[in-house]
């Protein structure tokens, strides 16, 4: 099983940027699609939205349409790191971040009851 560990989260204005770490360890780390996930305030787990993830094999990514264009995901199989690059970021962006194991097609994120996931990271964006 992979083990997942979020970090990068903070607290900044709208408009400005972050970039959230995902590393993974385990064997073998490099062949998991990882994506990322946000819960937003009061929404529990069942709310938790899959925003973005990129496949392994061949890098191809997914965006949901509330980040797409503002988010980046990218992957440093070097450092079994995954990162996601946001900006422009905006109120409506604050949640707790996580990032897991996931099957990744190019219109959605899924995950399963066996997937592994981060503790999660809380980014919080002020107007």
């Known amino acids: 099983q992979v083990h997942l560990v979020e970090s990068g989260g903070g607290s900044v204005q709208a408009g400005e940027s972050l970039t959230l770490s995902c590393e993974a360890s385990?064997?073998?780390?490099?062949?998991?699609?990882i994506g990322w996930f946000r819960e937003a305030p009061g929404m529990g787990r069942a709310g938790r939205e899959g925003?973005?993830?990129?496949?392994?094999?061949?890098?191809?990514?997914y965006y949901e349409d509330s980040v797409k264009g503002r988010f980046t995901v990218s992957r440093d199989k070097t450092k079994n790191t995954v990162y996601l690059q946001m900006n422009r970021l905006k109120p409506e962006d604050t949640a707790v971040y996580y990032c897991?194991?996931?099957?990744?097609?190019?219109?959605?994120?899924?995950?399963?009851?066996?997937?592994?996931w981060g503790q999660g990271t809380q980014v919080t964006v002020s107007a």
């Open positions: 385990g064997s073998p780390s490099n062949y998991y699609v």
């Open positions: 897991a194991t996931a099957v990744c097609t190019s219109v959605a994120i899924t995950t399963t009851p066996s997937d592994s």
């Open positions: 925003i973005s993830c990129i496949r392994s094999n061949d890098g191809s990514t």
